[in-house]
T-cell receptor
Framework: KQEVTQIPAALSVPEGENLVLNCSFT??????LQWFRQDPGKGLTSLLLIQSSQREQTSGRLNASLDKSSGRSTLYIAASQPGDSATYLCAVSLSGGSQGNLIFGKGTKLSVKP | DAGVTQSPTHLIKTRGQQVTLRCSPISGHKSVSWYQQVLGQGPQFIFQ???????GRGNFPDRFSARQFPNYSSELNVNALLLGDSALYLCASSRGPLGTDTQYFGPGTRLTVL
């Protein structure tokens, strides 16, 4: 059974700091891994999607890496800003089978202090 | 293009009642998935529908049911509501049903059961 774990559960940093969020998964048979942002009480905003054949994806100040063999992904946020405060979720999509449901971690709650 | 839409935004019900949540996918998307997100947890997969047929079901009791209409919109029904059903219900749409298809999430419906 695929399990996704995110560490740390919460993180507080001062504005301007670079930071790394971690995601691990137990089964390496994935199609892709996606990082989402969720503001309190809101839906999910997709940040980056990494296909299983890729090693990393970048968008602006965000960089996500994937090491499928070790079951790990990291989300790197450069020069953090108060507006980055949110919960960050990672999710994997399983390969094989006929459905595409996502399996999520519990998220990392990020607080960036001005 | 409009994103995934969900209605209602918020809903308050009492134990034992029944509720229907609605979702309209992005134009051209034929797959709809439903997720339940309890406070402090990551979303949990409930159902996936593609071309009006159920393609996947998560570990939820039979009180949960769903359907997809010819226009690809979807309804999630929950009968005999329990306090533990209080959650944010998220709908996601994708072009196809597989793990290779990127899922786009709606804003969610916040259900409170009293």
């Amino acid at each position: 059974k695929q399990e996704v774990t995110q560490i740390p559960a919460a993180l507080s940093v001062p504005e301007g700091e670079n930071l790394v969020l971690n995601c691990s998964f137990t089964d390496s048979a994935i199609y892709n891994l996606q990082w989402f942002r969720q503001d309190p009480g809101k839906g999910l905003t997709s940040l980056l999607l990494i296909q299983s054949s890729q090693r990393e994806q970048t968008s602006g100040r965000l960089n996500a890496s994937l090491d499928k063999s070790s079951g790990r992904s990291t989300l790197y946020i450069a020069a953090s800003q108060p507006g980055d405060s949110a919960t960050y979720l990672c999710a994997v999509s399983l390969s094989g089978g006929s459905q595409g449901n996502l399996i999520f971690g519990k998220g990392t709650k990020l607080s960036v202090k001005p | 293009d409009a994103g995934v839409t969900q209605s209602p935004t918020h809903l308050i019900k009492t134990r034992g009642q029944q509720v229907t949540l609605r979702c309209s996918p992005i134009s051209g998307h034929k797959s709809v998935s439903w997720y339940q997100q309890v406070l402090g947890q990551g979303p949990q997969f409930i159902f996936q529908y593609y071309e009006k047929e159920e393609r996947g079901r998560g570990n939820f009791p039979d009180r949960f049911s769903a359907r997809q209409f010819p226009n690809y919109s979807s309804e999630l029904n929950v009968n005999a509501l329990l306090l533990g059903d209080s959650a944010l219900y998220l709908c996601a749409s994708s072009r196809g049903p597989l793990g290779t298809d990127t899922q786009y999430f709606g804003p969610g419906t916040r259900l409170t059961v009293l």
